[in-house]
């Protein structure tokens, strides 16, 4: 199975990322304004992406909820190549000197962040049967929602669907 990995490092506390992460307010911020989500394992979350020509919509499975750690969902709904994925995002809060220590790949998100403290988000997206164009595309999409996540978290502004690329 094929895998989307990215690492985000956010200047901010695990809380409020987790919260950007797990309540609809947060969903909505970061990802698509309509998203509808409630922080309860065996929830549904709704993510609709609504073309001039069509509606569409994802579905998530909440299956893993870790306070301020871990998130995780399965796609119950949505294009062919993501039902049956899984999605999660494993929190690390820390101090510059800590995360760099134990994450030395990090070293240019570090020395770019001012704040002394953060949180690395290692995202992944894991089942893709195969290496093929939807993919390729998601794979650029969501290191544009995990900016878009970055900048809600810090500044209080996200950059979710239909702006992500801007």
């Known amino acids: 199975m094929k895998s989307i990995r990215q690492n985000v490092l956010i200047a901010a506390p695990a809380e409020k990322v987790y919260r950007a992460l797990t309540t609809q307010e947060g969903l909505a911020g970061w990802w698509t304004p309509a998203a509808t989500a409630r922080a309860e394992v065996n929830s549904i979350a709704r993510f609709p992406f609504n073309f001039p020509d069509f509606e569409y919509a994802k579905e998530m499975k909440v299956t893993v909820l870790k306070n301020n750690a871990r998130v995780e969902w399965e796609c119950i709904a949505g294009a062919d190549e993501w039902i049956g994925t899984t999605i999660s995002f494993t929190l690390e809060a820390g101090d510059k000197a800590t995360l760099g220590n134990d994450h030395p790949e990090l070293l240019g998100q570090l020395e770019q962040q001012q704040s002394e403290n953060g949180t690395l988000v290692i995202f992944e997206h894991n089942g893709w049967k195969e290496y093929t164009p939807q993919f390729s595309e998601c794979s650029f999409t ?25």
Do not use: A, I, M, V
Request: charged share 20%.
């Open 142 to 166: 969501w290191g544009q929602f995990l900016r878009s996540l970055k900048r809600l978290c810090e500044t209080g502004k996200g950059q979710p669907w239909p702006n992500q690329y801007q």
